[in-house]
């Protein structure tokens, strides 16, 4: 069994920072990239960054120079640091992995955390 487990969401001001950590535990061979998305009210689901398990980042343009993805292979986590807040920030948080559970390629699964929100209000 292969669980996601999110944390560090909250309620921010405006310019501050927030810190979300992604947790994967279970039966775990090998996870590949590890994705933030997120969801506003009313909005489609948006890619927010990613990183591959050799450190390579993407983000979308909406927050490049303001979130840092990283990740600790060896606590297979993930972080999304988050400054310079604005409230169309605002929005569920979700991790994403593809996990193989198991030496053959049959054992690859996609999961999904349950969701953090972040609320970027004055």
């Known amino acids: 069994q292969v669980q996601l487990v999110e944390s560090g969401g909250g309620l921010v001001q405006p310019g501050g920072s927030l810190r979300l950590s992604c947790a994967a535990s279970g039966s775990i061979f090998s996870i590949n990239t590890m994705v933030w998305y997120r969801q506003a009210p009313g909005k489609e689901r948006e890619l927010v960054a990613d990183i591959t398990n050799s450190g390579i980042t993407t983000y979308a343009d909406s927050v490049k120079g303001r979130f840092t993805i990283s990740r600790d292979n060896a606590k297979n986590t993930v972080y999304l640091q988050m400054n310079s807040l604005k409230p169309e920030d605002t929005a569920v948080y979700y991790c994403?992995?593809?996990?193989?559970?198991?030496?053959?390629?049959?054992?690859?699964?996609?999961?999904w955390g349950q969701g953090t929100q972040v609320t970027v209000s004055s």
């Open positions: 994403n992995a593809v996990i193989r559970t198991g030496p053959a390629v049959t054992y690859l699964k996609s999961y």
